[in-house]
């Protein structure tokens, strides 16, 4: 592959700054967006991930929008799509008052920070489930200004709400296909394993951090055997940072129980692997033998390359060298797509 090709990052980062998201929020709702955030700073704080956050993660890139496109040229990037590291979704529905005109503010200062170039950087607008009239909302305002990504939270039950399976999210799910704009579910923090993180005997919860990402497999079953993609074959869902290698076995073993153990799943008519390649997208960093032995199972339209700028794991600044080493025997149109046009089709860009 030539150094020409095009490089589009699936998952990359900016860490906005409460006191940003305040600049566009009425000073009447500061003291209830500060309760809410000690709230959940609380909450969260016991479980947090104390790993080395390592020296990339402190470059200016990871705040600064200009900064970030410096770096982006460093790597040979064209476009990266961005997610915050605070999720608003996670504490915002605790204010006690302000919580819509907040969230409007934290995907205005996104906005903010992508106009710079919005064509290079793609940020995943945080849309709330607390209260599907205000998120339907939400979800056509980010469409009528051009937004491009939509982030929900992986599990819904842990902020004490339904899961996504479930007819109260239809009307939500409607408004989102008709945008044709991608649900994206970033792999992060999971409360089922706050007690695990404690019991890790190891100080960087090596034990418990791939777990997070395996524990996909639940959300993903609320989408695929729950009927949401029977409901609404559109809908295109990303999920981030889950690995690769772990969902071919995954996708083997739903098919074989509705194959050959007549396992019922009354909410799909289409063996579940189908919905996975219709509407089910998947990124990654580092993973040479599920890219080389597994893409045809997963689906080479189905796989997406990730920097994940600028977090421990990331490729930059050396990402091409990362994905000639990864993609050793891969046909070049297949990894033309793995590394760009995947994104650029499920993105609209």
Same mark, same amino acid.
């Given at each position: 592959m030539t150094a020409t090709e095009q490089l589009i990052s699936a998952d990359s980062h900016v860490a906005l700054r409460h006191e940003q998201v305040k600049e566009q929020l009425s000073s009447r709702f500061h003291d209830a967006y500060d309760v809410a955030v000690a709230q959940h700073e609380a909450k969260v704080g016991a479980a947090r991930n104390h790993s080395n956050l390592g020296e990339h993660w402190f470059r200016p890139g990871h705040w600064e929008a200009q900064a970030h496109l410096d770096d982006m040229?460093?790597?040979?990037? &064209?476009?990266? /799509? #961005?997610?915050?590291? /605070? $999720?608003? +979704?996670?504490?915002?529905?605790?204010? $006690?008052?302000?919580?819509?005109?907040?969230?409007r503010a934290f995907n205005d200062t996104l906005c903010s920070y992508a106009s710079v170039d919005p064509t290079r950087l793609i940020v995943s607008y945080q849309i709330p489930i607390h209260d599907i009239d205000f998120a339907i909302g939400e979800v056509q305002r980010v469409a009528s200004f051009g937004g491009r990504s939509l982030q929900l939270p992986v599990f819904p039950v842990e902020l004490g709400q339904p899961d996504y399976c479930d007819s109260h999210y239809d009307p939500l799910w409607a408004a989102v296909q008709e945008t044709g704009l991608p649900i994206c579910c970033h792999t992060g923090m999971n409360a089922q394993f706050d007690d695990l993180a404690r019991r890790d005997p190891t100080p960087q919860r090596a034990l418990c951090v791939p777990l997070i990402a395996l524990s996909s497999a639940e959300a993903m079953?609320? %989408?695929?055997?729950?009927? @949401? +993609?029977?409901?609404?074959?559109?809908?295109? #869902? /990303? +999920? #981030? *940072?889950?690995?690769?290698?772990? @969902?071919? %076995? %995954?996708?083997? $073993?739903?098919?074989?129980? &509705?194959?050959?153990?007549h396992y019922d799943f009354p909410a799909i008519r289409e063996l579940? $692997? *189908?919905?996975f390649r219709r509407n089910i997208f998947l990124t990654f960093m580092q993973e040479p033998r599920s890219v080389q032995l597994l893409r045809d199972r997963l689906g080479v339209g189905n796989i997406m390359w990730a920097s994940d700028y600028p977090h421990p794991p990331t490729t930059w600044p050396n990402s091409r060298a990362a994905i000639d080493m990864q993609f050793g025997g891969v046909a070049d149109a297949e990894r033309r797509m793995i590394v760009c046009d995947n994104a650029a089709r499920v993105w609209n860009l």
């Open positions: 040229d460093l790597d040979g990037l &064209a476009a990266e /799509v #961005v997610y915050c590291e /605070v $999720s608003a +979704f996670r504490y915002l529905y605790l204010m $006690s008052d302000g919580g819509p005109e907040a969230t079953g609320m %989408w695929i055997l729950g009927g @949401v +993609f029977e409901r609404f074959p559109d809908l295109k #869902v /990303v +999920f #981030v *940072e889950p690995g690769l290698g772990w @969902v071919a %076995w %995954w996708l083997d $073993s739903i098919d074989d129980m &509705a194959q050959r153990q579940p $692997s *189908e919905y």
